[in-house]
T-cell receptor, first 114, second 114 residues
Framework: DGGITQSPKYLFRKEGQNVTLSCEQNLNHDAMYWYRQDPGQGLRLIYYSQIVNDFQKGDIAEGYSVSREKKESFPLTVTSAQKNPTAFYLC?????????????FGPGTRLTVT | GNSVTQMEGPVTLSEEAFLTINCTYTATGYPSLFWYVQYPGEGLQLLLKATKADDKGSNKGFEATYRKETTSFHLEKGSVQVSDSAVYFCALRGGGTSYGKLTFGQGTILTVHP
């Protein structure tokens, strides 16, 4: 079945450590996105990538980094510079980044940093 | 910039009650509008969408009409079920150089009691 896989579902880290969240899609989509969700707030865009080897900052990119070496993979690293990393992280993909392409979301990773 | 405002929640209803969740937006140009639903512990699923003024999106008994004159996209359902309990997000995607970026409202928690 086609879809988006995020792993792990729950992740725990100590403050000061970098952590990488996985996102893989087998939908053959060109565009991929990372969002952050906090309680009582909508999703906020961290980074997005329109095509392999290219990515752009979203609204809240500080303290995060990404790579897009393969079409199907878009890992997100939460660095120690991110002041409030505890959140629910959602990855999404779409056929393209413009027009009416629907974004499909993965199940999310809940990161807790203590 | 673009923004989406949803009615404050949470919303609690009895089964078979009528549902309205208000959504208004601010955007330049002609955005596409979406409603997403998030069931507990899961990622987001597209519920319905509308891409131009006066379009009505519908799915699973839910409806929303794109009203450009009032910049609104209110979600309605005539008879809710317990299984509709979830968080509902209104979102927009602008055209032009926004590269498919979605702007979300803060989400509205809906709880339906038997």
């Amino acid at each position: 079945d086609g879809g988006i896989t995020q792993s792990p579902k729950y992740l725990f880290r100590k403050e000061g450590q970098n952590v990488t969240l996985s996102c893989e899609q087998n939908l053959n989509h060109d565009a991929m996105y990372w969002y952050r969700q906090d309680p009582g707030q909508g999703l906020r865009l961290i980074y997005y990538s329109q095509i392999v080897n290219d990515f752009q900052k979203g609204d809240i990119a500080e303290g995060y980094s990404v790579s897009r070496e393969k079409k199907e993979s878009f890992p997100l690293t939460v660095t120690s510079a991110q002041k409030n990393p505890t959140a629910f992280y959602l990855c999404a993909s779409s056929i393209g980044g413009t027009g009416e392409a629907e974004q499909y979301f993965g199940p999310g990773t809940r990161l807790t940093v203590t | 910039g673009n923004s989406v405002t949803q009615m404050e929640g949470p919303v609690t209803l009895s089964e078979e009650a009528f549902l309205t969740i208000n959504c208004t937006y601010t955007a330049t140009g002609y955005p596409s509008l979406f409603w997403y639903v998030q069931y507990p512990g899961e990622g987001l699923q597209l519920l319905l969408k509308a891409t131009k003024a006066d379009d009505k999106g519908s799915n699973k008994g839910f409806e929303a009409t794109y009203r450009k004159e009032t910049t609104s996209f209110h979600l309605e359902k005539g008879s809710v079920q317990v299984s509709d309990s979830a968080v509902y997000f209104c979102a927009l995607r602008g055209g032009g150089t926004s590269y498919g970026k979605l702007t979300f409202g803060q989400g509205t928690i809906l709880t339906v009691h038997p």
